[in-house]
Antibody, heavy 123, light 110 residues
Framework: QVQLQESGPGLVRASETLSLTCSVS?????????WGWVRQPPGKGLEWIGI???????YYNPSLKSRVTISLDTSKNQFSLNLISVTAADTAVYYC????????????????WGQGMLVTVSS | QSVLTQPPSVSAAPGQKVTISCSGS????????VSWYQQLPGTAPKLLIY???LRPSGIPDRFSGSKSGTSATLGITGLQTGDEADYYC???????????FGGGTKLTVL
């Protein structure tokens, strides 16, 4: 059974860096699939942040691209999210998730999700 | 504003059928697969439909998906009070080289 679990600080000061880690069990992230992050501001909808493949190939939301980095640590079977220069608008529940491909296409099939982690940006 | 457009809310009585639309463009829905997610209050989203009309194991056949041109539709039959949730469509956008979600639709079972 594949399981994902987010971890990291729940409170980050404005202008600093938000750093979260997703620990994966039940599947080796170096085998296949894309691994990514989705966030949800309180009371609002889902926002796609970005994904990373086992090769290190990444795709990011254009609106966040200048501030976001997703990386892999295959030795720990983890992947991470770094978001720099945060503001109150970055306050959200952050989910890590697994995405699939079909015929070489990314299909936005998020079949496994972490439970989510609320990160609050304080001024 | 989301790249994909969904109605903010829909409602129907128990036992009835409801559809939720998701409208996009040729750079996203028109040329990529669509998936649908159910989010119950306080929980992570759950995959309902992938590759336009396929259901993961464990998802009842009351849930169905379809796609035509640049729009997709989620159908739910035999509505139950437990179906009250937020529903999101998602796809890949080739022009953005990024994934996109719809704004979400709140389903109320009256």
């Amino acid at each position: 059974q594949v399981q994902l679990q987010e971890s990291g600080p729940g409170l980050v000061r404005a202008s600093e860096t938000l750093s979260l880690t997703c620990s994966v069990s039940g599947y080796s992230i170096s085998t296949a699939y894309y691994w990514g992050w989705v966030r949800q501001p309180p009371g609002k909808g889902l926002e796609w942040i970005g994904i990373i493949f086992r090769t290190g190939n990444t795709y990011y939301n254009p609106s966040l691209k200048s501030r976001v980095t997703i990386s892999l640590d295959t030795s720990k079977n983890q992947f991470s999210l770094n978001l720099i220069s945060v503001t109150a608008a970055d306050t959200a529940v952050y989910y890590c998730t697994r995405d699939d491909t079909f015929g070489g296409l990314i299909v936005s099939k998020f079949d496994y999700w972490g439970q989510g982690m609320l990160v609050t940006v304080s001024s | 504003q989301s790249v994909l457009t969904q109605p903010p809310s829909v409602s129907a009585a128990p036992g009835q059928k409801v559809t939720i639309s998701c409208s996009g463009s040729s750079s996203n829905i028109g040329n990529n697969y669509v998936s649908w997610y159910q989010q119950l209050p306080g929980t992570a989203p759950k995959l309902l439909i992938y590759q336009n009309n396929l259901r993961p194991s464990g998802i009842p056949d009351r849930f169905s998906g379809s796609k035509s041109g640049t729009s997709a539709t989620l159908g739910i039959t035999g509505l139950q009070t437990g179906d009250e949730a937020d529903y999101y469509c998602a796809t890949w956008d080739t022009s953005l080289s990024a994934g996109v979600f719809g704004g979400g639709t709140k389903l109320t079972v009256l």
